[in-house]
């Protein structure tokens, strides 16, 4: 009792035989738990036994009596019936050891094994003589079972019992004078048994005495107690005692016969047999420390032997396992309870007392929590991705020798966790993509994986949104967010865009969703889709050169544009020939464009000249344009008058077109030097109001350091509050308009055509 009460966390007492709905206790306030929480914690009872004598209210947290118990059949043979309950709610896990005592009521009467005893009493035996009689047996405990017995009246005989600890050890019938067969040869007697309850209750039998013709001389035992002892394995045949007794009379009357009284246990006479000759108990039966650990023989002749049973380790632990949280998530923290498991041996002493264990290496742990209660936790980090399923398998084994264990195997499956975020392969990536791409044309598939299973391995794509040149990404390129393949939404132009970077995003599905992210560099291609061009595009182009010029002057140049890039976009220069074998005095630099005087004119040479110079890039396939240069052949003075016009054309053009410019730029100016004057006015007054201010109000007037350091003290606050700074870069670019006799126009896609004089 003392240890039950110290190990165990609450304990109740009610009687037995109460009925369904009897109330047990305050389980719920008596383990400090919120009623409200009782039914979401999902609060249940855990017994060792498969009977739920208790059940819980989870409305107002009463425990309470489901079945009715009775103390006798739920416990017998023991002086306290307690009954373990384990109460475990969930979320997190808790368990509490909650002991319900049984307290006997009376509500049993004392029964006589029979209801006639048959003595038979030689009429030689002397005065005080004294019978062994059967006492009546009670199953209920303490004052409830037998506390005296009344013999009915009689002159010869008497009842005489001894008490031990408020129990009748011993009931014998007393012979208060001799008898007298002649007289009388039967006497009939009453005896009734009462127990101590209330209200009382008895039991009555019979006793019919025989007188018998005298044996002056009974059997005499060499001591009328003896003690042995026999382990509980023991084989039958097995030699428990012998017995010694010896009788002084001759004859017929001196042998001696060993018998068991009729007043002994029956159980103890189908365990053990006695040879009647001999005086030898052996084993007749399978003994069991468990069920009873010691056993009474009484024999005719008022001898009594008590066999002691000595307990064997013979029964290996029985467990229990009840699973709570199975499966277990992937994230639970060290000391989660996984399941409970229960232990009991029916053994002793060493022989009872059980430890668990784990014997493979695993992530989980067994530890005691109550008497023969162990509990199951996780005892290391888990990883489903590594191990998603574990077969752990739990020992109890007992101290006893040898040692006997039981083992079960618990089949813990793990869940998953979103702890990975998807993958890709690379973190970055190249893309190449020809220009002139079709639009809609699948251009890259995104790929990333995720360890994880179910919703949290559920991957969706996404392009992270920003701009290029001002104009979204998303009007470029799209992605599927199922599969991950990437689209061209346009047809690409290297001439407008030759890079751009993308980040792809793979988000899982989890309850707190991961991601990672793929940075795409996307190069656009070039192909030569693109010719070189001159400038202007005149059907043909008068340049005057002079008759007296030397080979090698500079004629013109002329400057072709490839809006391509790279191998596609060199150009060179050559002069078409139709048919003058070479004849012609101009030739070209290929590389530079520059046409200059192959040889001197001579007086054959014509006064005009038609050049077809063509621009050819490197392509694949090449792609060439052509341009007429008209060339005349003139004499000094012609050349002169020729270029003062032009020179006077360009400056009428410059004085036309560029006015509005100049204004333009003027007016800006003027703007903003007004507005830089206005804002120091502004400041420079701010800041006299503010020393004004100060001096009014402090009167430091007359300090001249306070003031210095007032002013400084402003000066600073002035300069750190204002804003920083900001420089504005405006470019103007000339518009020079041409007047339609120009024959040279300014254009960035043009042919530049400069004549020898310029």
Known sequence: MYWDVVLTQLHYLIPEESKHGTFVGKIAQDLGLDIGEINSRMLHIVSRDEKEYFQVNLQNGILFVKETIDREVQCPNTPFCIIPLQIIVDRPVQMYRVDVEIEDINDNSPVFSSSFTNLVISEGRPAGSRFRLKGAADPDLGTNSVTNYELSASDYFTLDFQKYVNQIRSLELVLKKSLDREKQSVHNLTLTAYDGGKPRLSGTTHIIVNVEDFNDNAPVFDQPFYQCSVNENAVNGTLVFKLNATDLDEGRNGEILYEFSNMALTEAN???????????????????????????????????VLVTVVDVNDNPPEMIVTSLSVPVSEDAPQG??????????????????????????????????????????????????????????????????????????????????????????????????????????????????????????????????????????????SINPENGKVFALVSFDHEQIAYFQCHIKATDAGLRALSSNLTLNIFIEDINDNAPTFTPLHSALTIKASRSAEPGHLITKVKAVDLDSGYNAWTFYKLKDFGGSGKSPFTIAHQTGEITLKRSFTDSDNDEYRLHVVAQDHGEPAMATEAQIVIYVVEYGEELKFDNQETKTNNFEFSDANVYLVVAICVISSIFLITLIVFSVLRWQKYRDEVNELKENYKICSNTGGSWMYSQHTQYQISSNSLRPKSDLIVFTPNNSQTPGTEEQVNPHAVLLNSAYK
Do not use: W
């Open 270 to 304: 189908k365990l053990f047999s006695l040879n009647q000759n001999t005086g030898e108990i052996k084993v007749n039966g399978v003994l069991d420390f468990e069920t009873e650990h010691i056993y009474e023989i009484q024999l005719v002749g008022h001898c009594k």
């Open 336 to 477: 989660t309870t996984v399941a409970i498991i229960s232990v009991h041996d029916k053994d002793s002493g060493l022989n009872g007392k059980v430890h668990c264990s784990i014997s493979e290496p695993s992530p989980f742990k067994v530890y005691p929590a109550f008497m023969g209660d162990f509990s199951l936790t996780v005892n290391g980090p888990l990883d489903r991705e590594m191990k998603d399923e574990y077969e752990v398998t739990i020992t109890a084994k007992d101290e006893g020798s040898p040692s006997l264990s039981t083992s079960q195997t618990l089949k813990i499956d793990i869940s998953d966790a979103n702890d990975n975020a998807p993958r890709f392969i690379q973190s970055v990536d190249t893309l190449f993509i020809r220009e002139n791409n079709p639009p809609g044309s699948h251009i890259y598939t995104a790929s990333a994986s995720d360890p994880d299973i179910g919703q949290n391995s559920f991957i969706t794509y996404s392009i992270k949104e920003h701009t290029i040149d001002g104009i979204p990404i998303s009007s470029y390129i």
